[in-house]
């Protein structure tokens, strides 16, 4: 079982920065990818990015590429999303979740992770 515990959201000014991390319990974190996931009021769920278990490979989003950035550190079972230049309609909650290796086409889609944090909370203001 892994467990998935996101910390670092707030309130910021349009062009600030935030990094976000996310904790897992789990066993063998260097195992799962980790993906980034975003939901604001009255949309679907949408896909940030992903990083794979070795922190080798990431893939974003068109809209964050340049912007946001993945790392992860295996040894103390984090993945963190440093979040620049942010824009109003990045406000969202943002999520983490874990997935056991799949090939990286479906890697956007939620339905492929088997993990999931509760969310953090990012709003920025304009």
């Known amino acids: 079982q892994v467990q998935l515990v996101e910390s670092g959201g707030g309130l910021v000014q349009a062009g600030g920065s935030l990094q976000l991390s996310c904790v897992s319990s789990?066993?063998?974190?260097?195992?799962?990818?980790m993906g980034w996931f975003r939901q604001a009021p009255g949309k679907e769920r949408e896909f940030v990015g992903v990083i794979g278990g070795s922190g080798g490979r990431t893939l974003y989003t068109d809209s964050v590429k340049g912007r946001f950035a993945i790392s992860r550190d295996n040894a103390l079972n984090t993945v963190s999303l440093k979040m620049n230049s942010l824009k109003p309609e990045d406000t969202a909650v943002y999520y983490c979740a874990a997935a056991q290796p799949k090939p990286w086409n479906f890697m956007r889609a939620p339905s492929r992770y088997d993990y999931w944090g509760q969310g953090t909370q990012v709003t920025v203001s304009s």
């Open positions: 789990g066993r063998a974190f260097s195992m799962y990818d």
